[in-house]
DNA sequence: GCACCGGATTGATCTATGTCAAGCCGATTT
DNA sequence: AAATCGGCTTGACATAGATCAATCCGGTGC
């Protein structure tokens, strides 16, 4: 029989209790990283802001081709974002877990179509905001402002360094990169979408983890 | 003999008149990326917050280990930004020319020693900026707020690309990227330096090239 | 129980790209 | 004019990693 997913048979109110949850978990999400309190009146714009969606395991966020109306924090679950190539190939580009946001962030600031996709590889519980709410919440919130310029900050240089890896690094050196910058990957997803990600094939991942972990 | 600088015999009126148009450049280009009119109030502030600095050809603007202690607005010249790795071996990350910024983000604003070298290609005039007088400035002017805003969104959405372009793309697809998306850098830097950037062998370049420019 | 399926592994090739070495060309220096 | 130098090209060879095909293994469903 079938997993059932845990909400299946949730009435409405423990719905509603763990709507509320994930909004607590955002707000002591956002308090860490900025390193500061929301006071209590941005966390009111802060809850108005954000709808609760799940994403079964295989279903999707965002379609290419169409417009990313959404920017979700990933409360639990786990997703993958990539891109299709001529030949049908997909490449991911990113990986999300609990506690990342999955947006494809050109499409949704300039409401054009994405030429990404964003899938569920596990069942997820998302917070998500449209471009109009993340307008009105940034004009009422200075803590999700400052949230949103750390965030920019974070992933600029994270991108730099990913870029530096893949222009420099062999494929076991790019391998023991993943393993020291984002160690809870290699659990989390299957091999082969880890092979994508790091632009390698699945079978050389399979073969420099073999040589890796004989040492 | 060798070429002379074109400001070695300025006397200091002619090398304040070119100050002061570097610093209508600066606006110029400010209005232009933020599709607005800088006050003329705000760009008090920024005449205060930029000084002019000249970085003749092979000199550097930043040493790997130092702290990134400029932002720099290129007036004129090229740059180009690179680490070195374990064999010694120079990797470009990132080119500049007219119109686009120099710096090492991470380190300037959390002053920790650069990773990346900061090199002039080119003999190049830049506005300068420290992280104070940035953060006055940040203070003092929405337009240029702004400003940062938009060459954050733009260069996260670059640096995606240019990781899918890595990842996917094959010796052949990465060059005719690099020509879509940047030709000017075609003119500007030698082939072994595009190379590098491109994360290609000079000789492959130069084989692809051959092979491109005969269809 | 059996068939099936999505991954992971392993071995045997194939190929794109790197590496090394030589020579060329145009600019610069002496 | 000769020597030097930086950058580019070309050829011969080496190799990391891709590709293809077979097998295996643990779960899932019938």
Redesign the pocket.
């Known amino acids: 029989?079938?997993?059932i997913n845990r909400y299946d048979y949730f009435p409405p109110y423990l719905w509603y209790c763990v709507f509320l949850g994930m909004q607590q978990l955002l707000r002591d999400y956002i308090n860490r990283v900025t390193s500061s309190i929301m006071p209590d009146e941005e966390y009111k714009f802060l809850v108005d802001a954000f709808s609760l969606k799940l994403v079964r395991k295989k279903k999707f966020l965002l379609h290419e081709g169409s417009i990313c109306t959404y920017m979700a924090f990933i409360a639990r679950g786990a997703m993958k974002q990539y891109f299709t190539d001529e030949k049908g190939?997909e490449h991911i580009v990113r990986f999300g877990i609990e506690g990342w946001w999955m947006s494809d962030r050109e499409s949704f600031v300039s409401l054009t179509p994405s030429r990404y996709t964003i899938e569920a590889v596990e069942d997820c519980d998302l917070l998500v905001t449209t471009p109009e709410k993340m307008a009105q919440l940034k004009k009422n919130s200075p803590s999700f402002v400052k949230l949103g310029q750390i965030l920019d900050e974070r992933s600029y240089i994270a991108s730099q360094k990913r870029i530096e890896a893949t222009i420099s690094?062999?494929?076991?050196?790019?391998v023991i990169y993943l393993m020291e910058s984002n160690p809870e990957f290699l659990h989390r997803?299957?091999?082969?979408?880890?092979?994508s990600y790091l632009?390698?094939?699945?079978?050389?991942?399979?073969?420099?983890?073999?040589q890796l972990l004989s040492k």
């Open positions: 029989m079938a997993l190939i690094y062999t494929a076991g050196e790019k997803f299957p091999q082969n979408m880890l092979a632009g390698l094939s699945p079978e050389t991942l399979s073969r420099v983890r073999k």
